[in-house]
């Protein structure tokens, strides 16, 4: 059975994250040469967005979440990155700073600018074959380039970019490991699928990914969110096989779908498992929000986050999401702000069934609609 939406409720034009005003999102990664990996630039106007934080996993990597806290000094960051390559995959956020730095954005201190670059990291190690091939600086910098680049222009295989040099220069470390130049392809920002951060994601022993979704308000507000799927647990609803973040799909966005046969889903028993995980994202909305209230926000996502993976915030899972408010309509009265908490939670449910439908399927780990390809009303 569907959810059913509040009534006047519908997808913004892209159902994607750049649906709120002055979001842009950029994806790199790379995949070959023992890579599986990848990182996602979410980028704010040169002003910053207000943030926020709720950190619900036990094992999470992150960047600069305590500067979040309300309590804390720093009301806006100007990018949120969210990566593959767990602890090491930090370092792409140092590329995004470097990057940002250099265009004279961030917070303003004697002498320049600092960026406010928070970030969190999935667990996606070896799953190109080689434990150390992961995301760097030079990966950040080629992801923030693709979220500054219009979206009309199509993703292309590139030269990792290097601070100082030209569009044929490689990331020297990366380079010197697996020889040649070190490469990236990008996607659209409103890719959903194995893309940037999601290239080596997995879920429940199925491959993983990207996913966005976003909603539009009766009163014309948006609330949007974007996940990385990586879970511990399963995406799959445990009666059927149906994912279980689709029942919070709008009119029309999940209609296409079947229940999966249920010969597949008797047949589905992953064997291989991967024992550290993590999902991570960013909901947003187009409201002017206190950093407490972005953090009640990313706090409600945890709900939607919940309900479409389960069990969720284990003890191998760093699930953390990122709240953003682009202050871009007048700040809410109680009412309007709960049907945005209401919203967000469903938003992100959505997120995670559309990473999930997008993601591409590889040897040890098949795409859910490999699996099930009833869903679609036939055979892949």
């Known amino acids: 059975m569907l959810a059913e939406p509040a009534p006047g409720m519908r997808p913004g034009p892209t159902n994607s994250l750049v649906d709120v005003a002055g979001l842009r999102v950029g994806h790199a990664h790379r995949v070959g040469g023992g890579y599986r990996t990848g990182t996602t630039v979410v980028l704010a106007p040169p002003e910053g967005v207000v943030a926020g934080v709720d950190v619900r996993g036990a094992a999470p990597g992150t960047r600069e979440t305590e500067l979040l806290d309300p309590r804390n000094l720093v009301e806006r960051v100007h990018a949120v990155v969210l990566s593959g390559g767990s602890a090491y995959g930090l370092s792409a956020a140092c590329g995004v700073m470097d990057q940002l730095a250099d265009a004279g954005i961030g917070f303003p201190v004697a002498g320049g600018v600092v960026p406010i670059v928070p970030a969190a990291v999935i667990y996606d190690l070896g799953r190109g074959g080689d434990f150390r091939a992961t995301p760097d600086a030079a990966l950040g910098a080629a992801a923030y380039a693709a979220a500054r680049t219009p979206a009309h222009e199509p993703p292309f295989p590139a030269p990792l970019p290097r601070r100082g040099g030209g569009a044929d220069a490689s990331s020297p470390g990366t380079a010197a490991r697996h020889g040649g130049a070190a490469r990236y392809a990008t996607a659209p920002p409103t890719a959903s699928g194995s893309v940037g951060a999601g290239a080596g994601a997995m879920a429940g022993g199925l491959a993983g990914g990207v996913g966005t979704a976003s909603a539009v308000l009766p009163g014309g507000v948006t609330v949007a969110a ?64 206190t950093k407490a209230q972005c953090g009640k926000l990313a706090g409600v996502a ?46 992100f449910s959505r997120a995670v069934a559309h990473a999930m439908l997008a993601a591409t399927g590889r ?16 055979d892949r």
């Not at 919940?306 to 969720?312: D, E, F, G, K, L």
């Not at 809410?332 to 469903?346: I, Y």
Request: glycine letters at 12%.
């Open 302 to 347: 945890h709900d939607g986050l919940a309900r479409a993976i389960r069990p969720a915030h284990t003890m191998v899972d760093g699930d953390t999401v990122f709240g953003l408010a682009a202050c871009a309509r007048p700040a809410p009265g109680p009412d309007g702000l709960q049907d945005v908490l209401a919203a967000a939670a469903d938003v």
């Open 363 to 378: 040897e040890d780990a098949p795409a859910y609609l490999d699996v099930f390809p009833s869903v679609l009303g036939g």
């Open 226 to 289: 974007l996940a990385v799927v990586n879970a511990a647990g399963s995406v799959l609803d445990p009666a059927g096989a149906t994912l279980a973040g689709v029942r919070y799909g709008l009119p029309g966005e999940f209609g296409h779908l079947r229940r999966p046969d249920p010969a597949e889903a008797g047949a589905w028993q992953p064997d291989k498992v991967t024992s550290f995980n993590t999902t991570i994202g960013v909901v947003a909305t187009d409201l002017t929000l």
